[in-house]
T-cell receptor, first 112, second 112 residues
Framework: DGGITQSPKYLFRKEGQNVTLSCEQN?????MYWYRQDPGQGLRLIYY???????QKGDIAEGYSVSREKKESFPLTVTSAQKNPTAFYLC???????????FGSGTQLSVL | QQQVKQSPQSLIVQKGGISIINCAYE??????FPWYQQFPGKGPALLIA?????SEKKEGRFTISFNKSAKQFSLHIMDSQPGDSATYFC???????????FGAGTTVTVRA
């Protein structure tokens, strides 16, 4: 069953803590993306990667970091520098020959 | 600064009615305009998309109307059903990088 798997579904962060959100895809897609969703603000691009071992900042990269060591995986770390991390985080991927973006089911991050 | 402006923020329609959501953009380099549908707690899924070389595209009860000179496009949901109750996002991207810029979203509620 092909798709994008995000985990965990819910995550809680303590003050000063770094947390990592997982994103795995088995669609053999080259490009992967991380979006942040806040109520009333749509989706904002955090980071994206078009190929393994390469990634670019999106519109709101401050306080976040990523890695792309494998084609299937694109984890996002929310660092302690991100002062307002509470949001719904969405991972997406896209094949080379297609514009269609496939999304995972998201991770809701909250601050304790 | 949001590159795609979407309205209204929310709308309520009776079953069988027509839902209309509007989007406007400034970047004339945009050449791909998709609409995504999102149910609560889930990731968005592609509903329908259009390129600027056509003025209208229809898929079932969903129609995109595109006005290149006005830099506007809209989604019409005909014969709205309770199962259409969801949040709808318009988006746009350029051929150069396929990074989608999303509107703020419209929550549609269809009353039975």
């Amino acid at each position: 069953d092909g798709g994008i798997t995000q985990s965990p579904k819910y995550l809680f962060r303590k003050e000063g803590q770094n947390v990592t959100l997982s994103c795995e895809q088995n669609l053999n897609h080259d490009a992967m993306y991380w979006y942040r969703q806040d109520p009333g603000q749509g989706l904002r691009l955090i980071y994206y990667s078009q190929i393994v071992n390469d990634f670019q900042k999106g519109d709101i990269a401050e306080g976040y970091s990523v890695s792309r060591e494998k084609k299937e995986s694109f984890p996002l770390t929310v660092t302690s520098a991100q002062k307002n991390p509470t949001a719904f985080y969405l991972c997406a991927s896209k094949g080379r020959s297609n514009e269609k973006l496939f999304f995972g089911s998201g991770t809701q991050l909250s601050v304790l | 600064q949001q590159q795609v402006k979407q309205s209204p923020q929310s709308l309520i329609v009776q079953k069988g009615g027509i839902s209309i959501i509007n989007c406007a953009y400034e970047n004339t380099a945009f050449d791909y305009f998709p609409w995504y549908q999102q149910f609560p707690g889930k990731g968005p899924a592609l509903l329908i998309a259009i390129r600027p070389d056509v003025s209208e595209k229809k898929e079932g009860r969903f129609t995109i109307s595109f006005n290149k000179s006005a830099k506007q496009f809209s989604l019409h949901i005909m014969d709205s059903q309770p199962g259409d109750s969801a949040t709808y996002f318009c988006a746009a991207s350029t051929k150069a990088d396929y990074k989608l810029s999303f509107g703020a979203g419209t929550t549609v509620t269809v009353r039975a």
